[in-house]
Structures are given as C-alpha cells and as structure tokens.
C-alpha cells in the first residue's frame, strides 16, 4: 500500500507542478545548503529573471533588488551568453560521455533550475540531493533538478566551468544513485565534476584555468589524501592531478564506467579497469602516479610521465633531508600519513656507504618505490621490499661520490572503502645510516636511537589501538573540578578529559589520544565541544566562539553529561 501511495502521489504531484505557470517576476522561497550560505541560512527568496529551453535562472531577490537597471541588464547579458555555452556545449558534451540527468524529473519538467545565492568565499557551488526527492521524503526538498552559483561570480567568464562542475553531479545522481540505488564517495563524484573542464576544452589554455588553480593548491599541500574529502581546495588539488593521469593513461571510459556501476570509489574504478582489460588496478596506478609526479618522465616508462601537454613539464620537488658532506652522519625522520597520500622525501649530501632502514607498524600496507640519481643526474628506479612488520632496507654503496641523490616514496595503501569523513593517521620512519668506521660508543649511540624509536611506535601503536576502540568514557573519572589549559603535562584531570573528549565522538576528538598532556590536539577538541554547547558554555560568557580553556561553565556542562 505504501509503494501504491508513493506513485500516486508522484502523479499527482507532476500534474499539479507541470499546471504551474512560471513567467519572469516570479519569486520562490528556496531551501539551500547554510553550510555554503555565506550568512548561514537555510532559506532564501529568489526571483526568477531568466528562462531557456534548458534553464530556469533565478537570484537571490534582495540582491536583484538593490541592482541598478544597468546592471540588471548587464547581468542578463552575461545569461544569454552562459546559457547559450550551456545548451550548445555543456549540455551536449556531458550527457553524451556521461549520460543524462534525471529528465524530466522529480517535478516533471524538463528544465535545470539555477539558483545564485551569497555563498561562502571559496565555494564555486553546490548540488543539493536532497531536491531530488518529493518533499513526502525529504520536507527540505525543492522538489527540482536544481543548481547553486555564486552571485559574487556572476560575471566571471569562468562561472561556465562551475555551472559545467556542478552539472555533472545532477548526472551522476541519476546514473549512480537512481539506476543503481548506490551512492558515489565524495573524492571520485568531486573529481569526475572537475575534471569536465577538460572534456570541454576549458583546460586548454592553462593559463588562468581551472587546472592552473588545481596545480598550484595541490603543490601547497601535496601530501593531502586523495580519499578523504574535507572540501578544501588541497582536496581538490590532488583529485585533479590524479584524475588526470588516470585518463592520460587509461581513458576516460575508466570515469564512464565506474561511473555506470553499483560498485564506488577505488572498487568502482578496478571495475572499470578490469572491464577495459587493463592488467593494473588502482593501487598499480596510484604507485605509478607518485613517482610521475616527481619524475615525469616519458623516456624512463610512458607509465611515470604525463601525457597531457599541459603537465608535461609538471614536477613536484621532494622534502630535502640533509646529510653532512663529511664524516660519519645519520638521520631519523618519523612522519604521519592518511591513505592514498603522497609523500615525497630526497636525501642528499653524505660521502660513504648509505643504509635507509623502512618501517611502520605491522598490520599496513605500505608500498616504497625508490629513485637514485648519480652525478651525471641519470637514474634508476626500484621497490622496497617490506617484510611481514612493515621494514625494509635499501643499501646503496659510495653515496655522496657515486650516487647524488635517494628520493624514497611512500604511500598507505591499507583502506578501500568507506571514505565518508576524518580518516586516522598512521606513523612511518625511516632512518639513514651513512657508514664507514663506527666507534663503538657511536654504534651504543644509534642503537639506543633506533631503541628508542621503537619505543615510540609501540606506543603509538597502542594509542592508536584504543583510538579503534568503541568511543565510551572508559571511567577514569566522574568529575573535573580543577580548571585545565595549553601547556598542562603529565595530568591525571587532563587524562580524564581527554577520555571524556574521545567519548564525545570524530567530530569532537577525532585523534583520540590520552596522554594527560594538554596540547594543541586537545585544545582544538575542547574549542569544538564548547562550539557544540555553545548556548550554555560560550553565550553566557559573551563568547562567539571557543577558546580551549576548560573554565568554570566549560566543566559545568561536561559534569553534567559525565553524571
């Protein structure tokens, strides 16, 4: 009866909506996203100015309001001229690689609904899904195929490739979520929308373009992970990049048809791999993109350059780790990482035999590919073999002479799926030894180094383990009753707020570690729970917003979720 009900009320719902006569003039109350509105606001009022064969145009009315008639018609102007691209171009192209939208849609009418709204300094624009589903579903529904645009970008040239951007995430709706009931993971549905750009030629001229904007965010943060998506522009940084080559490589049928299947994400794309009788899977190719990124270089493997004319130039210069010129020396160096992030590191300098010791914690998956330059800057290129416990070593004799340079590539490539939020981090280390005569009291110095090293990734590991754990408050304490700030060290009352903090969840604490030292971790974990309860800890006081220090109306509040 239910079932009945649903389509029942979808007809009835079409008829009413396609008797609905839209002129220009007309005014809508819209719900919107405030998490992009630039005054947080879930609602707006628009006026629609503009209707095609393919669009509805509406702008947020008080800003239309406020707009001379010169520039109303200026603004109407450059409408004729992004719905003439969309219609002719975008349109056309994009359905016809990745299939259509939902038409005529969730209100039966064959028309895309733009909205431009005040949105945040940054955002480019956003596709609601929930406007996909009758308001029966979904009560903040617009019940619409329905895009948003800033009005701060209305006339900029390159609104065109936002509105393409944008466009493709109303697509993947309809061949991903409708016909297979499956929902794509934020990094691959983000880099399928951004990489039409270039499937319209918009990325041509790099110059200016959106790939230029792509490159330079992603050489700010190179070692952002592909997979988790936090919406900064580092995200999309190295989506692009990566998206590039892929299709370099392999086609763009890989985003057709991992785009056309119930599987997502890495699952998705080995899909399409597997279907275009490629031998490499996503983890290969991943591999094969760090080390591309930093040699690019078509003669070594066509396989470890870009093909695209506009990256074929591109190199990313590795983190340098200095040796002394002279004498014995060696270095330790002890980094984080998430999945699928880069991580580039040289070493340079030294004169003697050197041996890099890898490791990580047991359990990982880590893949190390190798560089060695000699003098005449020639190189060759190898893997790290790991053994069991995540170590490996790589000797190279008559480094500083021979051998100039050791660039060492490492990448966590344990997860697969399930990228919705803040993924962990995970420690690795490596350790360069530059050998010849060793005192003895220097050898008793290393090894109580790499000692202590070892000391501190089992307790990492340990940390690391009750970070997995269930998130309960585990009872150290039932109450704070001292105040607690930056800087605190080895305290009992920090410990039982930092289980407290852990207890409150990811959005809250999502490192979890309980060591009693108030650091800046916590700080940040405290700022977020008092932003959370911010009527009762930060109104009262005349407090916006948080500041880390656990003062009296701080532990009132977490007192009282404690008992």
Same mark, same amino acid.
């Given at each position: 009866m239910r079932r009945i009900f649903i389509i029942i009320a979808f007809c009835v719902l079409f008829a009413a909506q396609g008797a609905i006569a839209v002129s220009f003039g007309d005014t809508v109350n819209f719900n919107i996203d405030k998490d992009f509105d630039a005054l947080d606001r879930p609602q707006t009022t628009a006026v629609l100015i503009k209707t095609t064969p393919k669009l509805y145009f509406y702008i947020e009315k008080n800003w239309w309001d406020l707009q001379a008639q010169a520039k109303q018609t200026e603004v109407l102007n450059n409408l004729d001229i992004l719905s003439q691209e969309f219609e002719n171009k975008i349109y056309p192209n994009l359905t016809s690689v990745f299939g259509s939208e939902w038409n005529p849609g969730v209100d039966g009418d064959g028309r895309i609904t733009i909205l431009f709204q005040s949105l945040r300094e940054g955002a480019g624009g +956003?596709?609601?899904e929930s406007d996909e589903y009758l308001k029966l579903q979904l009560p903040d529904s617009n019940e619409r195929e329905m895009l948003y645009l800033p009005i701060s970008q209305i006339d900029n040239p390159q609104l065109k490739i936002f509105l393409a951007h944008e466009f493709v995430h109303l697509i993947t709706f309809n061949q991903k979520n409708r016909i297979f009931d499956a929902k794509e993971e934020i990094w691959?549905?983000?880099?399928?929308?951004?990489?039409?750009?270039?499937?319209?030629?918009?990325?041509?001229?790099? @110059?200016?373009?959106?790939?230029?904007?792509?490159? #330079?965010?992603?050489?700010?943060?190179?070692?952002?992970?592909?997979?988790?998506?936090?919406?900064?522009?580092?995200?999309?940084? &190295?989506?692009?990049?990566?998206?590039? +080559?892929?299709?370099?490589?392999?086609?763009?049928?890989?985003?057709?048809?991992?785009?056309?299947?119930?599987?997502?994400?890495?699952?998705?794309?080995?899909?399409?791999? #597997?279907?275009?009788?490629?031998?490499?899977?996503?983890?290969?190719?991943?591999?094969?993109?760090?080390?591309?990124?930093?040699?690019?270089?078509?003669?070594?493997?066509?396989?470890?350059? +870009?093909?695209?004319?506009?990256?074929?130039?591109?190199?990313?210069?590795?983190?340098?780790? %200095?040796?002394?010129?002279? /004498?014995?020396?060696?270095? !330790? &160096?002890?980094? &984080?990482?998430?999945?699928?992030?880069?991580?580039?590191?040289?070493?340079?300098?030294?004169?003697?035999?050197?041996?890099l010791n890898f490791s990580s914690l047991t359990g990982l998956d880590f893949t190390v590919p190798y560089i060695v330059y000699d003098k005449e800057n020639n190189?060759?290129?190898?893997?790290?073999?790991?053994?069991?416990?995540?170590?490996?070593?790589?000797?190279?004799?008559?480094?500083?002479?021979?051998?100039?340079?050791?660039?060492?590539?490492? !990448?966590?490539?344990t997860k697969i799926s399930g990228f919705d939020g803040l993924e962990f981090t995970y420690p690795f280390t490596f350790t360069v030894l530059i050998t010849g005569i060793i005192s003895p009291d220097e050898q008793a110095t290393i090894q109580k180094f790499l000692d202590q090293i070892d000391y501190l990734k089992k307790?990492?590991?340990?940390?690391?383990?009750?970070? @997995?754990?269930?998130?309960?408050?585990?009872?150290?304490?039932?109450?704070?009753?001292?105040?607690?700030?930056? $800087?605190?060290?080895?305290?009992?009352?920090?410990?039982?707020?930092?289980?407290?903090?852990?207890? @409150?969840? #990811?959005?809250?604490?999502?490192?979890? %570690?309980?060591?009693?030292?108030? $650091?800046?971790?916590?700080?940040?974990?405290?700022?977020?729970? @008092?932003?959370?309860?911010?009527?009762?800890?930060?109104?009262?006081? /005349?407090l916006k917003k948080g500041t880390g220090f656990v003062g009296f109306s701080t532990r009132i509040k977490i007192n009282q979720i404690l008992n």
């Open positions: +956003y596709f609601r691959l549905n983000e880099a399928r929308a951004d990489y039409s750009a270039n499937i319209l030629g918009y990325d041509d001229q790099y @110059q200016g373009s959106n790939l230029q904007r792509r490159v #330079q965010a992603f050489l700010e943060k190179p070692s952002d992970s592909l997979t988790e998506w936090q919406e900064s522009k580092y995200d999309y940084g &190295v989506a692009i990049l990566f998206i590039y +080559y892929l299709t370099d490589h392999y086609g763009i049928n890989i985003l057709i048809d991992s785009l056309k299947s119930e599987l997502t994400g890495i699952e998705s794309i080995n899909y399409a791999l #597997q279907k275009n009788s490629y031998k490499e899977d996503f983890s290969q190719i991943f591999t094969n993109w760090t080390i591309a990124i930093t040699i690019n270089d078509c003669l070594l493997d066509s396989k470890y350059c +870009y093909l695209n004319k506009n990256l074929k130039n591109f190199r990313l210069n590795p983190t340098l780790n %200095f040796l002394p010129l002279t /004498g014995d020396s060696s270095l !330790s &160096v002890t980094n &984080v990482t998430k999945n699928w992030s880069g991580n580039w590191q040289k070493i340079i300098g030294g004169n003697g035999d050197l041996k190189y060759y290129l190898e893997f790290l073999k790991l053994n069991e416990d995540e170590k490996g070593e790589i000797n190279i004799k008559n480094f500083g002479s021979d051998q100039k340079s050791l660039i060492i590539i490492p !990448s966590l490539q307790e990492i590991a340990k940390i690391l383990a009750q970070n @997995q754990g269930d998130g309960q408050n585990n009872g150290i304490c039932q109450k704070l009753n001292n105040n607690l700030y930056f $800087g605190m060290a080895n305290n009992n009352e920090v410990r039982c707020l930092q289980e407290f903090l852990k207890s @409150q969840g #990811q959005g809250i604490y999502p490192e979890g %570690f309980v060591t009693g030292n108030f $650091g800046n971790l916590t700080r940040l974990a405290v700022i977020r729970f @008092q932003e959370k309860y911010a009527s009762e800890v930060l109104t009262p006081l /005349g």
